[in-house]
Structure formats: C-alpha cells, structure tokens
C-alpha cells in the first residue's frame, strides 16, 4: 500500500488517530450539523479501486462516520495522474471540478497522495474557492519550498526502503544483486528517486539494478 510505505505500525495508527482528529475538528467547525448533510471530498491521485487506496478509502469514511454520524455525504474522484498528468488535463479536471460541484461545495476535501494535494494547491482556488483542505500520503518532499495556505492542513508520511534491504540480508546474506522495479510515472520516479539515495549505504556489498 503506498500510503503506509515505510511507515511503522504503531507510529501510522498514531498518525491516523491524528489525522481523523483533524478531520473531525475541521469538518465540525466549518458546517453545523442544523445547516446540512456535511459533505466531504475524497480527492485520489490514482484510481481509489487500487489495492491501497481501497483500504484507505474505507478507513477514511469509516472513522469520520464513527467520529461524525451518519450526517455525511461523500464524494469521490479521482485523478488518474499516471495516464493524463499534462497541463491540459489539469486545466480540464479544473473546469470539471469547478462545473460540477458549483451547487455542492464541500465542507471538507481529503487530498490522498502527493499529486491531488499539488493540484489543489494550484488549482483549488478556482475550483473550491474557501473550502478547506486536508491531505495525507505525502512526504516533506512534496511540500518543500511549498508555503501552505492556511486552509491546508495534514500529516506527512515518512517512507523508509533501507530496511526491506536489512530483511534481504538476513534471509539471503549471500545476496549480491538486487533488482529494484518500478514504474514509469512522476510519482513513480519520485519513489525511485527516494530508493536510490537510501540504497547507496548498501552498494559496497551489493549491486542494485533498476528497471
């Protein structure tokens, strides 16, 4: 699951526990529940059917249903960044979005993954003008040099790859080659990236080739 790589199992329920915090706390704040149905927003990067994203979509409307009743409406979309990730698609999803939810703003966006927060933070304030946001699976790469507005709020996620190489060489400490495979896409390349510069500590002993 992207959104839990290299994150411990204690330290992600405690990041999770906070993250609903918030979600609560600023869904609560921003619409009454006399006023209407509280609507949120989930916003994916990728397809939310995908393994990882499904369980997180189930997670997310689970504990703020829990935390919140059944008083909210949900709404889902998603980006499909690794097939249309140009600047005309971008200006495309922003009229779509702005269209589309004109008669039923959000109270609350989600932003799931790096991607669907750096689309909101270039074009939400066309399309959800006011409405805030709060986002998860990214990590302090995709926000550096970023100035957050104070609308956007969320919890970053550490990934760490240098241990599932410890694990190789407790199992096979014979190992010389290891294949690192990935994708083609810019978040792909981003997770690359991040195993790459976590992986040199290792290349003394072993030999890494990416595909």
């Excluded at 949900?74 to 269209?99: A, H, I």
């Excluded at 933070?121 to 959800?128: E, K, M, T, V």
């Amino acid at each position: 699951m992207r959104s839990l790589m290299g994150v411990g199992q204690r330290g992600f329920f405690r990041a999770g526990a906070t993250f609903c915090l918030l979600l609560t706390l600023m869904i609560a704040v921003r619409a009454p529940a006399q006023e209407h149905h509280k609507r949120v927003l989930l916003l994916y990067d990728e397809d939310r059917t995908l393994p990882g994203l499904a369980i997180l979509d189930q997670s997310l409307r689970s504990r703020l249903t829990a935390s919140l009743g059944t008083g909210i409406e949900f709404f889902t979309e998603s980006m499909n960044v690794s097939r249309f990730n140009n600047d005309r698609d971008e200006q495309v999803l922003r009229e779509y979005y702005s269209q589309k939810y004109r008669d039923r703003k959000p109270d609350l966006i989600i932003a799931v993954m790096g991607p669907a927060l750096h689309f909101l933070l270039r074009h939400g304030d066309a399309s959800f003008p006011g409405v805030p946001i709060v986002f998860c699976g990214a990590d302090a790469a995709d926000i550096r040099g970023t100035v957050l507005p104070d609308r956007v709020t969320g919890i970053l996620v550490q990934r760490v790859f240098a241990p599932t190489i410890d694990v190789v060489f407790r199992l096979q400490p014979d190992t010389r080659r290891i294949v690192v495979v990935g994708g083609t896409s810019p978040f792909d390349r981003h997770l690359i990236a991040q195993a790459r510069s976590q992986f040199h500590a290792f290349e003394p002993r072993v030999v890494f080739d990416y595909l």
